[in-house]
T-cell receptor
């Protein structure tokens, strides 16, 4: 069964600090991995999308890494801001009809001043 | 910008009512999805469609049906709403192929009383 596990479930950091969120998956056949940011009460918004051949991708202060061998990904947030407070969801796509998405449970990040 | 629009942000319905949740996308995407999101459970796929009049069951289709009469519109139907269907419902769409981004609507918070 395809699964995506994220850790930690929740995280509290001080403004200006860095943090790293983890994602482990067992989705097959692997197509791509995406990180989404979801503000409270809103739909998820894409941060990065990575294919099998990509190891690192950055989007401003967000840097995602992918190790397709170990089936792990991380999202590193640099110099956190209060607006980074949100849920971060790891989503893995499989090469099947309809391009099925498997969602992680998300990491809820709170950035405190 | 791709837009995925859900007809309501908040809905309150009574047990036993028939409920329609509408989703419209404006980018001619083939694939459309309906998810529900509950605390601690992440996003779970209810139904998806990869073409007009085509529909496939997701992980939790019981109690729901869908309609895709036009490419841009994907409707989720709760035939007889129950309190355990109180949830956040998210619609998503993306074009065919594996290396594409899924775009989400803003979500509909449904409360069944």
């Amino acid at each position: 069964k395809n699964q995506v596990e994220q850790s930690p479930q929740s995280l509290i950091i001080l403004e200006g600090k860095n943090c790293t969120l983890q994602c482990n998956y067992t989705v097959s056949p692997f197509s791509n991995l995406r990180w989404y940011k979801q503000d409270t009460g809103r739909g998820p918004v894409s941060l990065t999308i990575m294919t099998f051949s990509e190891n690192t991708k950055s989007n401003g202060r967000y840097t995602a890494t992918l190790d397709a061998d170990t089936k792990q990904s991380s999202l590193h947030i640099t110099a956190s801001q209060l607006s980074d407070s949100a849920s971060y969801i790891c989503v893995v796509s499989a090469f099947v009809a309809g391009n099925m998405l498997t969602f992680g449970g998300g990491t809820r990040l709170m950035v405190k001043p | 910008d791709v837009k995925v629009t859900q007809s309501s942000r908040y809905l309150v319905k009574r047990t036993g009512e028939k409920v329609f949740l509408e989703c419209v996308q404006d980018m001619d995407h083939e694939n459309m999805f309906w998810y529900r999101q509950d605390p601690g459970l992440g996003l779970r796929l209810i139904y998806f469609s990869y073409d007009v009049k085509m529909k496939e069951k997701g992980d939790i289709p019981e109690g729901y049906s869908v309609s895709r009469e036009k490419k841009e519109r994907f409707s989720l139907i709760l035939e007889s709403a129950s309190t355990n269907q109180t949830s956040m419902y998210l619609c998503a769409s993306h074009p065919p192929g594996g290396f594409t981004e899924a775009f989400f609507g803003q979500g509909t918070r449904l409360t069944v009383v």
